[in-house]
C-alpha cells in the first residue's frame, strides 16, 4: 500500500474545490458576464439605429425663438417614443431568451441580463438621437419667425425645458429582458431546454 501523501516541499494537486478549480469558476462567470453585456450593447447600437431609420421627423416653426410643432398634437409629439417602445421590448425579450439558453448560474445570469438591458436601453437611446436631427429649440433661437425646422428624436414630448432622456420607456427594454429571461427558464423546465444525454 503506497503512501499517498505528498513529500515534503511538494504541492498537492488541486481538487474539485480548491483554488484551481475556484479561478476557472470565476473566470467562466467573468466570460459570461461580459459575453452578455457585448451581446446586449451590440444589440442596443442596432436598436438605436433602426430607431432612427424607421423614425419620420416632425415638422416645426420657430416662433420668437421658439421651436413649435406644426401640427401639434401627440400623435406626432410622441411617435418616437411608441417607436422606441416597439422596438426596444421586442429586442430584449430575443437577446434574454437567447441568454437563457445558457444554462448554469442563472442568478449570475439574471443580474448580467438586467443590468445589461438597462445599459443597452440607454446606448439604443444615445445612438438614435445621435443619428437624429439637433435639438430645434436651440436652433430656433437665431432663425426668423416662420423658418421649417426638422424635430428631434427624443423620448420626451419636444416642448421647452423638457431633458430629452427623461422617460419611464427606458425601463421597456430591461422588462423585455426580464420577460424573455423568466420564460426561457420556465419553458426550460417544461422540457424545451437541451438535456443531458447519458
Given amino acids: 500500500m503506497s503512501d499517498m501523501t505528498p513529500a515534503v516541499g511538494q504541492h498537492a494537486p488541486d481538487g474539485p474545490d480548491g483554488p484551481d478549480d475556484a479561478t476557472g469558476t470565476t473566470r467562466r462567470l467573468l466570460l ?6 457585448a451581446l446586449f450593447v451590440a444589440a442596443g447600437a442596432a436598436g438605436g439605429v433602426l430607431w432612427e431609420r424607421l423614425w419620420q421627423a416632425p415638422t416645426g416653426l420657430a416662433y420668437d425663438g421658439r421651436w413649435y410643432l406644426e401640427p401639434a398634437g401627440p400623435d406626432f409629439s410622441f411617435e418616437g417614443i ?3 417602445v416597439l422596438i426596444a421590448f421586442p429586442l430584449g425579450l430575443v ?15 439574471v443580474v448580467a441580463v438586467l443590468v445589461s438591458a438597462a445599459v443597452a436601453a440607454v446606448v439604443m ?3 438614435g438621437s445621435a443619428l437624429g436631427p439637433p435639438d430645434p429649440q436651440a436652433l430656433a433661437a437665431g432663425q426668423p419667425d416662420y423658418t421649417p425646422l426638422p424635430g428631434d428624436l427624443g423620448l420626451t414630448a419636444p416642448d ?9 420607456a427606458l425601463v421597456v427594454l430591461p422588462a423585455g429582458a426580464m420577460a424573455g429571461l423568466v420564460g426561457s427558464y420556465l419553458l426550460g423546465n417544461w422540457g424545451f431546454a437541451r438535456r443531458p444525454r447519458g
Fill in 95 to 109: 437577446l434574454a431568451v437567447l441568454v437563457g439558453l445558457w444554462r448554469g448560474h442563472e442568478t449570475v445570469t
Fill in 160 to 168: 421647452r425645458g423638457r431633458v430629452r432622456w427623461h422617460s419611464t
Fill in 125 to 127: 437611446y444615445a445612438v
Fill in 32 to 37: 459570461r458576464v461580459g459575453s452578455v453585456l
Fill in 82 to 84: 411608441a417607436l422606441f
